[in-house]
């Protein structure tokens, strides 16, 4: 168990709904990242979010957002979605998230699978 | 062309054999290179992490980075079926935003 706890474990919906996922980041980690996970794609990186602050952007799509609360837990808002959303949606959190000439490892948390019917 | 590339297998060995995982990169400015693993139905978990080139060791595993080629390894000896699972190389520059190797699938036969 990696301390990263994530909800719903399983969402199925329709297209063009809009869904919330949760992330509860470790004791202590300031950082969390989201990824995605599908079957040709790999795991891509979404976001990242610093002590509420967004730090770096990846892949992500302008129907897709996100935040980090005060309390470090954050939310991955997916709207308008199409069949192809539908993928295993990872959190990661880390100690810090500072760019610099540093290790920090990410730990992530179990899923959220995602079905778009 | 893809930053990372990494052979997505499956890849069946006996228990007992030796495996090694690879995955080429065209990014000269990675420096960080990890190792995860991951089971059916679960994150990603940390299994190495090497800075920069050379050869890490932790028990059964070894990570070899070779930046001059831009190929990196992962070797495991003695393999488990316990060792069953998928295994995705991450690369970083230094931020915190890593590459992801879309995995190599690895089934250990007892």
Redesign the interface.
């Known amino acids: 168990d990696?301390g990263?706890t994530q909800t719903p474990k399983h969402l199925i919906t329709a297209t063009g709904q809009r869904v919330t996922l949760r992330c509860s980041p470790r004791s202590g980690d300031l950082?969390v990242?989201w990824?995605q996970q599908s079957l040709d794609?790999?795991?891509?990186?979404l976001i990242?979010y610093y002590n509420g602050e967004e730090?770096?952007k990846?892949n992500i799509l302008e129907r897709f957002s996100a935040q980090q609360f005060p309390d470090l837990h954050s939310e991955l808002n997916l709207s308008s979605l199409e069949l192809g959303d539908s993928a295993l949606y990872?959190c990661?959190s880390?100690v810090t998230?500072l760019?610099?000439?540093s290790?920090?490892?990410?730990?992530?948390?179990?899923?959220t699978r995602l079905t778009v019917l | 062309q893809k930053e990372v590339e990494?052979d997505p297998g499956p890849l069946s060995v006996p228990e007992g054999a030796i495996v090694s995982l690879n995955c080429t990169y065209s990014n000269s400015a990675f420096?960080?290179f990890m190792w995860?693993r991951q089971y059916s139905?679960?994150?990603?978990?940390?299994l190495m992490?090497t800075?920069s080139s050379g050869n890490k060791e932790d028990g059964r595993f070894t990570a070899q980075v070779d930046k001059s080629s831009k190929y990196i390894s992962l070797f495991i000896r003695d393999s488990q079926p316990s060792d069953s699972a998928t295994y995705?190389c991450?690369l970083g520059t230094?931020?915190?935003?890593?590459?992801?190797?879309?995995?190599t699938r690895l089934k250990v036969l007892a």
Do not use: D, H, M, W
């Open positions: 990696s990263v950082s990242y990824y794609q790999g795991l891509q990186f990242q730090r770096a990846g990872f990661a880390s998230g760019a610099g000439r290790y920090n490892e990410q730990f992530f948390g179990p899923g | 990494q420096q960080y995860y139905r679960k994150g990603p978990e940390l992490y800075y995705l991450a230094g931020t915190y935003k890593y590459i992801f190797g879309t995995g």
